[in-house]
């Protein structure tokens, strides 16, 4: 296409990108406040929730002299007494204790952990302290759990674990299970000759094959009838099962707070319809699971961490009641763009206006977004300074993008004068033929160094879209209105990225079986960055070698 062909198109495409930015920023918070009708739950009373009291800032069972004491799990189950009629607890160590004796004062039930690991040590320590507890209080106790996933996380082999728990079943009359996600009950049936009932975990979120929310309840049904027919004449508890109210999305699998309400109430209509014992994860948000899991592994539970109602069981559900903080920072932001832009500016007229406006706009819903992640993912002082200083560069990027965009688009419309010709300046001893490319290539090396983490080591990163976002799209409307034909090639070292950008971002897509709207816009990304290069690289290849500028 030639020069003046493609001129007429190039500023309708740009005015389409910037405009669809802005669109896109006002949905995606006007979504996160819509209200979502879903099924009210039969009743705001759940037969049992796992406890872990470890949900303020720097509490974490890793920590060796960790210690809660009565008097804080005493007031945790007088408030989850009013919700629930059982607690499960994974370990008798740190003051937990005390949970069997305490919330028998309240009326409720425990369903007791011992926590098995690698430590042998450890593991006679804990149980000794159970025995003693089940002796205790036994009046209080519906069932010992020795050991959680112990087989998933390979620290004991079947042998090891089958002499603990027969110990303990020998040692008490307090019915004993082990408790492990539901294929390695099927790898390892001989631990039911061992255990009073069958203890399994069904995460819909988890499975190896990601399972959607909306058919989560239908996916736990058909396990728990499978594992009935693969154990006859063995009880059979659910000892997990739930949904994440933030983190990435897994496939289909979308982490979201309407998500885990809409999990919850179709779980309990299920569970009303049939003789199933169940523990629900959990009560209280656990902030220390963020190491393990990412932002995901802090989000499982029923109360925030700071003991507040995530949700109502009847009603509609929103996602974010903070939404029109979104729209308000884009309004913001698009205020500051024009100011910004009146700076020094060499253009006149209403485009240039508009396309700062718009920028401003988009720039601001997705500062806000990043924003938003930031408040879920970060753990300390550390990765909040890496995540603010990182959405101030966007944003700066963001701006000094959108000044150019706004002088081209308030240009005369003769193509000869939609840009000035290159220019080539040195920069870190390396020739560069545009203002913006120093940047451009900064953000390509970081979005391609994020992206092979992506690749290889996914499973609990987030999709940082909104931080992406301002430079990716910012890149791109600026080269769909380079329309010289004299453009020089690329740096080698641009050009490589370039091609490894839309290689990851192809493989993530992959990876995600393409059920992820979330990749899928992560792949844009990708694409949007490498575009100018891949664009300038095959125009300058295509020049004859005589005529291609110096």
Known sequence: MSLSRYARFARPLAWIVLMAAAVFGAAYWWLLGRPVTLPDSPTAKIGCVSYAPFRFAGETPFDPNAFISPQRIEEDLKALSTRFDCVRTYSMGQGLGAVPDIAGRYGMKVLMGIWLGRDPIANEREIALGIAAAKRDRNTLRGIIVGNEVLLRNELSEKALAADIARVNEATDVPVTYADVWEFWQAHPALAKVTDYITIHILPYWE?????????????????????????????????????????TRRDASASLVNEARYLREFLNYAATVDMPYNVIEAFDQP??????????????????????????????????????????????????????????????????AALALSGFATGTALAAHARLLWFACRNPLEWTVGVAAGVAGAFTALWLARAIAARLAAPVNPAEVAPRPVERRMWGMAWTDAFTPQRFVWMFILTLYGILMAFNGRYRDFPIGLFAMPCIGFLTLALLRTREDALMPLVEERFLAIWLVLLGIAVVVQELGANVVAWGWLLLNLALAFPVLAAWARAARRPKDTRPA
């Open 208 to 248: 190896d094959e990601p399972v959607s929310p909306e058919k989560a309840v239908r996916h736990v049904a058909d396990v728990y009838q499978r594992m009935k027919a693969e154990f006859p004449g063995k009880q059979i508890m659910i000892g997990e099962t739930g949904w994440p109210s933030q983190g990435r």
């Open 288 to 353: 220390w699971k963020r190491d393990l899991e990412g932002t995901v592994g802090g989000f499982w539970g029923i109360f925030d961490a700071k003991g507040e109602p995530k949700f109502a069981m009847t009603g509609p559900v929103v996602e974010e009641s903070r939404w029109s903080w979104g729209l308000a920072a884009g309004g913001v932001v698009a205020v500051l763009f024009v100011l910004a832009g009146a700076f020094r500016r060499r253009w006149h007229g209403v485009p240039g206006w």
